[in-house]
């Protein structure tokens, strides 16, 4: 699987949009972006997938550039629930199925 | 719908004895994930196995590590005779299928004395 790039830290305020990025230079076709976070001490939460397009859901947008080299997660109005540690993940589709966690981002939401 | 259930939430095992950390898929979810984490660490794969199987162990510890996902019952993460090392959290994940989404339960906090 491609590897990821992602800032250590970020911070942002509480109900302004966080815009987390991500490089994946080396992402092969079949393979997808995940996001996923960690809120400290519990497991790991799935937050959203692409391929190619830009996706949305009720917790986020998912933005992939059209070279597909890099994306942006995007919470809209961060609460101070979102703070965590987000992981970008490339993940091929195929057998080997399991994810490949890097260092993630730690989004720190302040008051 | 349950989610991933793993237990017991906490494991305190003193140097030399075993560790046994269970995990319960989610409803039609035939493939389990292991994951462990090392105190201010990132999360690092362990094993994957559908039933009865594992499929790949390329992060599993040469000893003392074993696990299975039988046909009845949870996933068993099985350590013997711990160390201090081993303290860590550990997580389950399942998912339905080959290339689906994983869903994460909330963990075994492993500590040995």
């Known amino acids: 699987d491609a590897k990821t790039t992602q800032p250590t830290s970020m911070d942002c305020a509480e109900g302004r949009a966080a815009n987390l990025p991500c490089n994946h230079s080396t992402i092969s076709g079949n393979e997808y972006v995940y996001w996923y976070r960690q809120i400290h001490s519990q497991g790991p939460q799935y937050i959203i997938h692409g391929l190619k397009n830009n996706e949305t859901n009720e917790m986020a947008s998912l933005i992939i550039t059209e070279d597909r080299k890099s994306s942006t997660l995007i919470l809209p109005h961060a609460t101070l629930r979102d703070t965590a540690v987000y992981y970008c993940i490339v993940r091929g589709y195929n057998a080997g199925n399991m994810l490949t966690f890097g260092g993630g981002t730690r989004l720190m939401v302040k008051p | 719908n349950a989610g991933v259930m793993q237990n017991p939430r906490h494991l305190v095992r003193r140097r030399g004895q075993e560790a046994r950390l269970r995990c319960s898929p989610m409803?039609?979810?035939?493939?389990v994930y292991w994951y462990r984490q090392l105190p201010e660490e990132g999360l690092k794969f362990m094993v994957y196995l559908q039933k009865e199987n594992i499929i790949d162990e390329s992060g599993m510890p040469k000893e003392r590590f074993s696990a299975e996902f039988p046909k009845e019952g949870p996933s068993i993460l099985r350590i013997q005779q711990v160390v201090r090392g081993d303290s860590a959290a550990y997580f389950c994940?399942?998912?339905?299928?080959?290339?689906?989404?994983?869903?994460f339960g909330s963990g075994t906090q492993l500590s040995v004395l």
């Open positions: 994940a399942s998912s339905p299928g080959n290339a689906e989404k994983l869903f």
């Open positions: 409803k039609g979810h035939s493939h």
